[in-house]
């Protein structure tokens, strides 16, 4: 395609631009009263209910956001990524997560090539092999049952994969399927993760599933190895092919490093890595602690979300709003983060996936044709469930910063309890906090409130909420395996939906390579200062100082470690 021209160069961009004089003269407070706009600004779908009433935005403002939407041919691209199209142009590669959850009999190309048989290929294989580990029909070296998992990857092959498998833990019908089974995750390369990790499990009932998209991550590649020798030193090296598997689109090296490719699931370049919790990635893990069905029910979750998106109008549709009410909330009113706040325990690792999936993808500095960009892109996002948070940093999104938050609440918990004599459920009491904050931040508390209330005067500039500060809520029916699938979906395609419209590409990951490159370096210095005690050279002042320590104070207990390396197991 043609090179575009910058989003902030178009009259829609120019007119929101304007339109924020007119924002800055309202507040929440007053377009809370408009109940006709707050009706309008409440979507529900499939159950589930978005209500974006709160946010800085009059329905003219949504308006634009629609023209801003056209003019950065938000249609055009999302059809482009659903027909197979090389959107990601920098790495030359189809975008099509989609294909990984679409039912069995659904046609999506890359390259000519109807991928989905090819998915539905893996899918069998791991519901097969699953089961049969769960069954106890695989086998240890020793002949017994493999009943638990160490799932070793990192950044995309650990966060999505740890997000669901948490949101499940607690989920009735996941559990009863795990019931016997434990499912850790290895992702740090410091030892520390290693150690406890392995910690009470016994290599004859374990499986390692090695996940890597590359097979050359220096992490993941160090805890397989680490992992390898565990199994080896304690059931010798022809325990490996029972014991370890892997998941990659690289099964040359996997081969190479030793595990059956028989016992490797594949997954393809069109599914980026922070978009692969619905390959095999996530899926043989979470098959082997759930169970493939209950697995199939959160990629049907997600396959529906793709439907919505792809077919929904773009002011019904739920990625659409939440997207470009992001792109507003950063581009336009100036607010760089964004807070996820689930209302539920099982959702605690939501938001440090989404930190990846939205700061990896959207945290950009040039537009895809590579021109720089003028403005800001990608969000800082962070966040805790509640109430875990307003004990800790809604202090600062209540009377410091203004930080767009998203409330994420289910109607049903997955753990009801009622205790006898309390005024409501331990659900209604969590849940009561997911109604009560968004006013709060949306109203706030003014100094004429507080002098009705009779505060003293000294306290009430301490005391006062300014109030005007945006937040959506989204209610589901439930945290389901479904219900968890279109979480994720609706977060994907909502970060695709601000990359789109800020004329990014969301789907590389340039910057995280300079980081790695120098890390080898620093490697190679401390080995070669380690075995043959050469000074530290080449580097800044800085680092050479801070090495030359690190060597000084290590050394000791790394000569002891390197002597004895070979008889040292965990
Ligand atoms: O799956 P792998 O190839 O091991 O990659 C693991 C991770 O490493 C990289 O640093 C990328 O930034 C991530 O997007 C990726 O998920």
Known sequence: MAPTALICDTEPWKDLKEHV??????????????????????????????????????????????KLAEAAHLRQKIDRMYS???????????????????PRDKAIYSDGKNVVPDVWHVLDKINDFSERVRSGSWVGATGKALKDVVAVGIGGSFLGPLFVHTALQTDPEAADSAKGRQLRFLANVDPVDVARNISGLNPETTLVVVVSKTFTTDETMLNARTM??????????????????????????????????????????????????????????????????IVEKFLNGASNIDEHFYSTPFDKNLPVILGLLSVWNVSFLGYPARAILPYSQALEKFAPHIQQVSMESNGKGVSIDGI?????????????????????????????????????????????????????????ELMSNFFAQPDALAYGKSPEQLLHDNVPDHLIPHKTFSGNRPSLSLLLPSLNAYNIGQLLAIYEHRIAVEGFTWGINSFDQWGVELGKVLATQVRKQLHLSRTKGEPVQSFNFSTTSLLKKFLEVCFCLNAAYYSSASSQAY
Request: glycine letters at 8%; proline letters at 5%; one cysteine or more.
């Open 228 to 293: 390898r020798e565990w199994i080896s030193s304690a059931l010798g090296p022809q325990a490996v092919a029972k014991h370890m598997v892997a998941v990659s689109t690289n099964l040359t090296l996997v081969e190479k490093f030793g595990i059956d490719p028989a016992n490797t699931f594949a997954f393809w370049d069109w599914v980026g890595g922070r978009y692969s919790v619905c390959s095999a990635v996530g899926v043989l893990p979470l098959s082997l602690q759930y169970g493939f069905p």
């Open 372 to 428: 720089p960009l003028p403005f800001e892109t990608g969000e800082i996002d962070f966040g805790e469930p509640g109430t875990n948070g307003q004990h800790s940093f809604y202090q600062l999104i209540h009377q410091g910063r203004v930080i767009p938050c998203d409330f994420i609440g289910a109607i049903k918990s997955q753990q009801p309890v009622y205790l006898k004599g309390e005024l409501v459920s331990n659900h209604d």
């Open 21 to 66: 004089n007119q924002i800055n003269k309202t507040h929440l407070r007053d377009l809370m009263n408009d109940v006709e706009r707050c009706q309008s600004m409440m979507v529900e779908y499939d159950g589930m209910v978005l209500d974006y009433s709160r946010q800085r935005a009059r329905l003219d403002t949504m308006d634009k956001l629609f």
């Open 84 to 102: 197979g199209e090389h959107i990601n142009s920098t790495e030359n590669r189809s975008v099509l997560h989609i294909a990984l959850r679409a």
